[in-house]
């Protein structure tokens, strides 16, 4: 059995004093609440600035502590070991539980920056020549000196910022990270996790209702252990947490309304292996096509074990919510410009302000701020939403066509492709979160998720391994491009992320044998790359009713006339079709429209569905409305428009019967 560790978000409309039996409204329980993070707070900024230099990161990274044993995996106790503990403001009286929660919330912060410092040793340590293109030596050593797991979007991330240290100091590489960038500010939470009972306590009171006992401060500053009292919150659960779910503590959040309870919860599901699978869903990523997907299996064919695919494309396609995150991104640059700008022309501003200039643009930087704010949480709401419903549809796609185990490339061995300068291209972040999110998603349904390497996997063709041409378009093939791929050896014409998912599936049903499991973090990983070719097996079609009773020696046709009872039964023979998938296909499949299903039959309808008469108000509303004036309401923007994926349909076997023995490479 694995364990699975979900968060949901509840929120706190009230509580109860324990000693007095006082009914402390949603207000009066944010202050309190605000009491406690401002405190924690304070103190964690102060250790953390305290211990931002590379010695002490570097003691924190080593997992060492003076007394040469390993440090504790719990962050407070292991900063205790190392003789950081933190110290409380004076005339406060702390518990020592809230000191825990403060050191705690210092210990992942410079936890982060240790890894964080690793990369950027890493990266200076390997300083390419030219910092906008790495060749393939200079990745080469780049890789040998990074710790696992980090991804591309981290390197480049990283590297521009080090660039730009470079071009504002002369040319000068940053000795370390503490030179880089400045402590990192902790945000106002309170880490519940690190406390014991004499904090906190989580109880499931039902199978929607928990109960949160907290110790809170009554004033400001809490001088006695008298200013300090219980708190019992009821908690509302939603309904897809499971009844035999395990809560843990929870960390408390005051976001300008009602207090936040962060609720983790756990639950036990059946652990599945990396290996031994013989169908899979295999993904690519593409640029704006969030993913591209293919099924395939491992069969017995007349020349061995190989993997098969029905040729369905599976796609994912996120063009335009990708559009839509490009102009969001450009509007917070904007947005970020002005707001930088009025912030510098303030600081000019003498201190006195006879004609009210300061007031004004303080006004406006506020505006601004707030703005930016708005736009950053836009970004943040929509990837969240992107990342999810793309896991969700890969998952649901992987339990409809009965496929036990989900490939997905590595991101970390994932280079950079498509047109760099091209707009909305999705962030690497998403692509981050949707691995995530495909993690735990399939892990419920009882689906493995393993990694296979990236690179290379639409350099080949998917059918003879040959080099592949990649053109524009189907009838562009004497052209370079992007989009379709062309395969000179064996005639192979087809979309190049489904070439490339076709790959990725073979190279995850073929290499399983060379599956590494993380011991941390139970994520399977395939770490050797092994290359075969897929052949194409078309669905077997449901036969008609006139094949039907031909196959059953019925007469085909209606009911005969007993009296004159024909000759001889017609049989029709069974209609043969052809079990393999044509390869070479002149045009891809047209695009589906933006608004799913058919127009009923019949003339197309001429007249306007949303007549825009009576939408203006007040005087003007007797004149006709300009056109284009009013958006329609079929055309506002929506997610669950802006995103485009197959149908996920339950369909049945394929091809050759699947394959249950060692399979042979290129068969
Ligand atoms: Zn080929």
Redesign the pocket.
């Known amino acids: 059995m694995a364990e699975l560790t979900a968060t949901v978000t509840c929120t706190a409309f009230g509580a109860v004093e324990e000693v007095t039996g006082e009914l402390v409204p949603a207000r009066l329980l944010a202050e309190r609440v605000g009491l406690l993070a401002a405190l924690t707070q304070h103190m964690t900024a102060a250790m953390v600035a305290a211990r931002w230099n590379d010695g002490d990161l570097a003691t924190l990274g080593s997992k060492v502590g003076p007394d040469g044993r390993a440090l504790p995996a719990k962050g407070w106790m292991a900063l205790r070991r190392l003789g950081w503990a933190s110290v409380a403001p004076e005339g406060v009286y702390l518990p020592d539980r809230v000191r825990r929660v403060a050191e705690e919330a210092a210990a992942r912060a410079l936890r982060l920056a240790v890894h964080r410092r690793a990369v950027v040793h890493a990266i200076v340590g390997s300083w390419p020549a030219d910092p906008r293109r790495r060749t393939d030596g200079e990745w080469a050593a780049l890789r040998g000196r990074l710790p696992q797991g980090v991804d591309n979007a981290e390197i480049r991330n990283r590297t521009r910022q080090i660039r730009a240290y470079t071009t504002d100091h002369g040319g000068r590489l940053p000795a370390c990270l503490t030179e880089l960038e400045a402590a990192p500010r902790t945000g106002g939470m309170v880490l519940l996790a690190a406390a014991d009972k004499q904090l906190v306590t989580i109880q499931r009171t039902g199978p929607d209702t928990a109960v949160l006992r907290v110790k809170l401060p009554l004033i400001e500053p809490p001088a006695a252990p008298a200013r300090w009292a219980w708190y019992t919150i009821q908690l509302a659960l939603p309904g897809h947490v499971p009844t035999d779910a395990r809560l843990c503590v929870p960390t408390l959040r005051v976001v300008g309304g009602p207090v936040r309870v962060d609720l983790p919860w756990r639950t036990s599901v059946p652990s599945v292996a990396g290996a031994g699978h013989t169908v899979a869903l295999g993904l690519d990523w593409g640029v704006n096509t969030l993913l591209t997907g293919t099924v395939g299996k491992l069969a017995d064919t007349s020349t061995g074990t190989r993997v098969v695919s029905d040729g369905r494309m599976l796609r994912f396609d996120a063009t335009g919510v990708s559009a839509k995150l490009h102009r969001l991104r450009g509007n917070r640059e904007q947005v970020a410009a002005r707001r930088d700008h009025y912030a510098r022309l303030l600081v000019r501003l003498p201190a006195s302000d006879p004609n009210g200039q300061r007031v004004l643009l303080q006004a406006k930087h506020a505006v601004l701020a707030a703005e930016h704010q708005r736009i950053c949480d836009r970004i943040r709401r929509l990837n969240h939403a992107l990342a999810w419903a793309a896991a969700r549809w890969a998952v649901d796609q992987a339990s409809a066509l009965g496929a036990t185990v989900i490939f997905v490339e590595d991101l970390a061995t994932l280079e950079a492709r498509g047109r760099r300068s091209g707009n909305a291209r999705l962030s690497g972040q998403v692509r981050g979160r949707v691995v995530e999110a495909i993690r735990y998603l399939a892990a419920r349904a009882g689906i493995a998720t393993v990694t296979v390497p990236a690179r290379g996997t639409s350099k080949l063709?998917p059918?003879?391994?040959?080099v592949?041409l990649h053109t524009p378009a189907p009838d562009r093939t004497r052209e370079r491009g992007w989009k379709w791929a062309v395969?000179c050896?064996?005639?192979?014409a087809n979309d190049r992320d489904h070439a490339a998912s076709e790959r990725i599936v073979a190279r995850g049903l073929l290499a399983q044998a060379h599956v590494r499991t993380d011991p941390k973090t139970g994520h399977h990983a395939t770490t050797i790359v092994v290359e075969g070719n897929v052949a194409r097996a078309r669905r077997p079609k449901r036969r008609t009713r006139a094949a039907r009773r031909a196959a059953r020696g019925a007469v085909p046709g209606r009911p005969r006339n007993h009296r004159h009872p024909p000759s001889r039964p017609r049989i029709r023979p069974a209609p043969h079709t052809p079990r393999r998938v044509p390869d070479r296909r002149a045009v891809p499949a047209p695009a589906t429209s933006m608004i799913a299903g058919k127009r009923p039959a019949g003339q197309a309808p001429q007249t306007d569905p949303y007549p825009r008469v009576g939408v203006e108000s007040g005087p003007a509303c007797d004149r006709p409305p300009r056109p284009g004036r009013f958006r329609r309401p079929g055309t506002v923007w929506g997610f669950h428009r802006a995103v485009r994926a197959t149908d996920v349909l339950p369909l049945g076997d394929y091809g050759p019967p699947s394959h249950t023995a060692t399979p042979t490479r290129n068969a």
């Open positions: 063709c059918r003879c391994g040959a592949l395969c050896s064996c005639g192979l």
